[in-house]
């Protein structure tokens, strides 16, 4: 099988030969460079380091988030939204269509590559949650739930229509194989809102993009940190499909969210933290995750960024692992 049958056979819960190999977030620049300097070849675009030299699937992600060019020019008090006017007077630099075009064409390049299997393409957008959090900043966001509601579903309603128009761009230059909405909404007890907040304020706008996303025949997945669990059937009303990273040191169970939620499709879960401990911590903590493996709809990868403290050494045992585990956890 080629690199893309496979992920989309495991996210449809059909056989494969073995589970993709991929690490689907960027390293720590420190990670590489201490890589680097135990021997990993310096490389110019340091995401060919994970196919080139340790030969995990190529997986290309485009982040189109909605600032767009100039915005980082502008000055913190620019930057800033705290009421409607301070929002139109930023908009100007927002849902930038140029950026979206700069993307598909560049995607453009790589279809052949794709559409013979070589390569899985993913989207990033920011999400509803993520994207106000943005432009109020980290506290003054969850006040705005209360002291601005109109002008945070004028915020979403612009940002889905932006979507919808990144999802039609893109998937004219090639067919997106999942996508991702970055929100960051869930910390290590649980949601930063509640369902009723949920429920308010991202779920009508989810529900006007993730029907076209499907339409497109891409992937639905949020990526959210922490402990999620209790957010999951929130999604799934939203027709969200899946979730990464999982993480483990929130105290998310895997075994538990695919007991409770055998449809819902997950990336990563892998304890990052184990990496820098020994070869038989790490082979523990595929075990952990091996019955999910096995139960489909799951790719195992890193449950977060690989630490700095991992060294070179560890992290091709890691690897070697990791494909010993792909092998065996794959639905055949």
């Known amino acids: 099988m080629n690199q893309r049958e496979r992920f989309l056979n495991v996210m449809n819960f059909r056989p494969v030969d073995r589970l993709p190999m991929i690490e689907w977030a960027g390293w720590w620049d420190k990670t590489i460079q201490r890589f680097i300097s135990e021997g ?11 196919h080139e030299y340790f030969g995990l699937d190529r997986l290309k992600q485009y982040w189109i988030g909605a600032r767009g060019r100039g915005y980082n020019q502008l000055s913190e008090d620019m930057k800033k939204v705290t009421d409607i006017q301070s929002y139109e007077r930023l908009k100007p630099y927002l849902y930038d269509k140029r950026k979206v075009q700069a993307a598909a064409e560049d995607a453009a390049q790589y279809k052949k590559m794709h559409d013979d299997g070589d390569l899985v393409v993913w989207i990033t957008v920011d999400g509803f949650f993520w994207f106000p959090r943005t432009l109020f900043g980290i506290e003054e966001h969850l006040y705005a739930f209360y002291d601005e509601p109109e002008l945070m579903h004028r915020m979403n309603q612009d940002e889905a229509d932006y979507i919808n128009y990144v999802i039609d761009e893109m998937s004219k230059a090639i067919q997106p194989d999942f996508m991702t909405f970055a929100e960051d909404m869930s910390y290590n007890l649980g949601p930063m809102l509640s369902e009723e907040m949920f429920d308010e304020f991202l779920l009508p706008y989810y529900r006007q993009t993730v029907p076209h996303i499907e339409e497109a025949g891409i992937i639905p997945i949020v990526d959210t940190d922490g402990q999620l669990e209790a957010m999951i059937p929130w999604l799934k009303r939203a027709g969200i499909r899946g979730a990464l990273p999982l993480e483990r040191k929130a105290g998310v169970d895997i075994n ?24 038989q911590a790490m082979r523990e903590e595929f075990e952990r995750l091996l019955p999910a493996m096995r139960s489909g709809g799951y790719i195992p990868s890193v449950d977060h960024q690989t630490p700095p403290e991992v060294s070179l050494d560890n992290y091709r045992i890691y690897l070697k692992l990791l494909e010993e585990y792909c092998i065996k956890g794959a639905v055949k």
């Open 40 to 50: 990993v070849p310096d490389m110019p675009n340091k995401e060919d380091i994970k």
């Open 256 to 279: 538990r969210v695919r007991k409770n939620h055998p449809d819902f499709l997950i990336i990563g879960a892998y304890d990052k933290m184990v990496m820098s401990v020994s070869e």
